[in-house]
Structure formats: C-alpha cells, structure tokens
C-alpha cells in the first residue's frame, strides 16, 4: 500500500469515527487504537424468549462399586427433563465489541475484532456473529455503522437462524437456578429499556399540544401521553368540584368511548397531593356504593358496607352487616345492633309517621329520665351527664331528611337529590350528566313545551 492510499485509509477511518461518535456518543469510547462499542438490542416487535435449562439426572451407586445414571422414570417412553421460562420481550442486553482498525482498512482489509461479549451472558453464539460481521465487509467501504445497526435492531438474530418461525429465541442455560435468573434479568431490562426510552422520547400533550420530553410527560394506562401541569391542573379541579368521572384519560380517542379509561390510583397519585388523592379515593368509594345496591351504611360511623360472607350464604343472614371501620355488627332492616336471626326487627325509625316519631322520642326520654331517676342515688355524678346523644342523632337525621325532601329535586336520571343554589330551573346533574327541569323534576327532553317551569 502506498502513501496515497494510506492516507486515504487514515482519513476515511478519522471521518467514521467523528460520525460514529456523533451518532452513538453514549455507546462508543476511544482507547489508543481500539474502539469499545456498546450496542444495546432494540427490536421492531417483541418476540418470545425461551430461557431453558436441563434438570440435573441422578447417579445411582450400585454394590459392584458402578455408578448408573437416572434421568427419568425406567420405561420406555422418552422423557423431557428441560425446564423452560417463557417471556415477551422487545429490549435485550447491549452486545459489547472491541475492535481494532488496521492501517490498510478500509481499503484492503476489514475490521479486525477483537472480542465480542454479550451482557448477563444471553447470547452465546459469538463466533457465528463474529463471522457474520466480517462477510458483510465489502473492500473500500466504511462497515462499523452496518455492523452497529444490524446488532441493534436484532436482524443478526434473524441472519444466524435464532429467531424461528413463531417468533421465539431460544436462549440456554447451564442451570435450573441460572435460567430463572436470567429469564428474571431479562424482563428487568426489557421494562427499564422501555421507561429510558420513554423518558428520551419527545411527545405531543393531547391538551396544550406542545412538544415535551418523556421525563415531563406520563403515560396513562391507555398508551396516551399527557404533560404533567397540565394533566395535573385538570384533574386537580375535577377532584376539587367533586367530578371523579373526569379523572381519566382525556384524549379525543378515550372520550368517544361509552366508558372513558378511569385513571388509575397509582397514575392520580403521581399527580396530585395526598390530600387530593385521599379526597378522590373517598369520592370513588362512595360512587361505587351509590352504584351497588346492596351497599348500606353504618349506623354508627356511617361508613359504606358491602355483605360479607355470611349474608352471601344463606338468606336468614342476608340482614347482616358489620363495618370494617368501627366494627359495628347491624341489622340492615331496623339499622340497630344485630339481634340475631331468630328476633323479630322493630319498625325502623325512618317508617315512622311524625306522630309516632315524636311519641317514640317521648318514650325515650321518659325511659332515659327513669334510668337516671334510679341511678341518681347510687351514682349521682355520673348520672348528671346527658344520656340524650342517640335521641339527637335521630332527630339530626330526621331534620336532615325533611331538608332534602323539601328543598331539593331528585335527579330523573339517578335519583340523586340536587339543591339549587341559584339560576333559572335548567339544572345538570353533575353525577349522571341528565339535564332536567328543577321545578317539576321531569327530564328536558320529556318536558311538556311551553310548560310554565320551564320559563321561570
């Protein structure tokens, strides 16, 4: 080779590695005359990975001082003493390349490689990547970002035979213990490789539209990416005004659907503060209780309860209640502490005519004084305390049904009471979205035209 061409070499070797390095300046080092690469493995479509691994076979001694080895039942039918570990991966570990560029390359002679290594010991077919590289080689040309590219988006794997028909790599390992270790490793990576790229990724905001990295953006659930202030403001206000459907995904794709992506909890409370998460966990409780049936609320605490166990099994227990929050057990019919399955319920209170109320409040209070009467005697400083606490508890609870039926409007949609605090009588519920007549309760659209209420 002469001066000419040995420069030309020098000079097309410098060039390579100024792109290279611009290209891949995380994954390439310089040392002396050696070029370290690191070649992450990134496919175009996940594939199935089979981490297998032979069982250990027995060997058995026998008296004449003989050794036999078992590996399975003593019959004739063959058997499969490999144990396999299946998963879905589409990141695998960098494949490490140490390479050396000759003076006569690259024009008479290739790279030349010195060592390739792949990480956590995944692949072991080195010396047919090895021979892989350097048939692509092509006298005069530049092959290093060839060799790159065709590491990182796997087609070597394709090239050497190693990815089947039905998509799989079968990956072996020398141990039972080591091949659940490495199946356990791999899908680490795959998730890690998966929250790196998203965090270097840039991505529109569906709401403002602007263009931000993956570190300021979530992704919920449904694969739609949102920027943090402004997913954040908008579910921040929903769970202020007490609107937990409006807690979920908010892109045009999500909210054609009958039921919008809810937002998860661990999505709401990487968003918002846990005074607001605390709030909209409450919210949602309390929606899903207005939504089932056979939930009632503690007399006492007035905490949601679900049936239990018990009055799931038979039909004399179906009354029975206890809350998980005070542990209160209750009788779901006449709301007092449970009398058993045998007792006869007494009227609820809440059946009552007015008369029968205040003539029940009346003999419970000429009961409560006698109490008191007969223990004045015996205890007098502790009978001076008011014993009227459960008496106010009926009667706010009386109070507050009158004030419901009197000065609210039950939705015609879901029957919830809706209180008017001002405006004309067009009302929308804020639970179920019905848009109904405040006045009359009738719903807009079966409302009589030209009726009254609807002008006033």
């Not at 691994?53 to 490999?82: A, F, H, K, M, Y």
């Not at 680490?188 to 570190?215: E, P, V, W």
């Not at 605390?278 to 207005?290: H, I, V």
Request: charged letters at 20%; aromatic letters at 8%; a negative charge.
């Amino acid at each position: 080779m002469n001066k000419i061409q040995q420069t030309e070499c020098q000079s097309l070797q410098a060039e390579e590695k100024e792109v290279l390095k611009s290209i891949f300046p995380d994954d390439i080092t310089f040392t002396d005359d050696l070029l370290h690469i690191e070649v992450p493995v990134e496919l175009v479509n996940p594939v199935q990975i089979e981490v297998t691994s032979e069982l250990p076979s027995l060997v058995l001694e026998l008296e004449d001082g003989s050794s036999l080895l078992e590996s399975g039942p003593s019959n004739s039918q063959p058997t499969n003493n490999t144990e396999t570990h299946h998963i879905s991966i589409s990141a695998l570990p960098p494949i490490l390349l140490d390479i050396k560029l000759p003076s006569t390359y690259p024009l008479q002679s290739p790279p030349e490689i010195i060592s390739i290594n792949a990480t956590h010991n995944w692949f072991s077919n080195i010396p047919e990547l090895q021979d892989l590289l350097l048939r692509s080689w092509v006298a005069g040309d530049v092959v290093l970002f060839n060799w790159i590219e065709t590491i990182h988006s796997g087609k070597f794997l394709e090239d050497l035979g190693l990815l089947t028909d039905n998509n799989t790599i079968t990956v072996p390992a020398p141990t039972h213990e080591q091949s659940y270790t490495l199946a356990t490793t791999l899908s680490k990576y795959n998730d890690d490789a998966h929250i790196q790229g998203f965090l270097r990724a840039t991505y529109a905001c569906s709401i403002c539209m602007d263009l931000f990295k993956g570190s300021h953006c979530i992704r919920l659930s449904c694969s739609h990416v949102f920027c943090r202030p402004c997913l954040t403001e908008f579910w921040v206000i929903s769970i202020t005004e007490g609107d937990i459907n409006k807690v979920a995904c908010v892109d045009p794709e999500c909210l054609k659907k009958e039921n919008n992506n809810r937002a998860l909890p661990e999505e709401v409370k990487e968003l918002v503060t846990t005074f607001l998460y605390d709030r909209w966990k409450d919210l949602r409780q309390r929606r899903m209780a207005e939504l089932d049936p056979t939930v009632t609320y503690c007399p006492r605490c007035e905490a949601a309860v679900w049936p239990g166990p018990e009055a799931q099994q038979a039909d004399a227990w179906n009354k029975y209640r206890c809350c998980p929050t005070c542990s209160f057990s209750y009788c779901t019919f006449c709301l007092k502490i449970w009398h058993g399955i045998h007792t006869r319920c007494p009227i609820p209170y809440h059946l009552l005519s007015p008369e029968e109320r205040r003539r029940s409040d009346l003999e419970l209070l000429e009961a409560i004084n006698k109490i008191r009467s007969q223990r004045s005697a015996l205890a007098p400083a502790e009978i001076s305390k008011p014993l009227t606490k459960g008496t106010l508890k009926r009667r706010q609870v009386r109070l507050n049904q009158e004030w419901i039926a009197k000065c609210t409007m039950k939705c015609p949609g879901c029957e919830v009471p809706v209180w008017r605090d001002y405006g004309c009588n067009y009302m929308k519920c804020t639970r179920c979205g019905q848009h109904f007549c405040y006045h009359c309760g009738a719903s807009i659209d079966m409302h009589p035209e030209k009726a009254p209420c609807w002008y006033t």
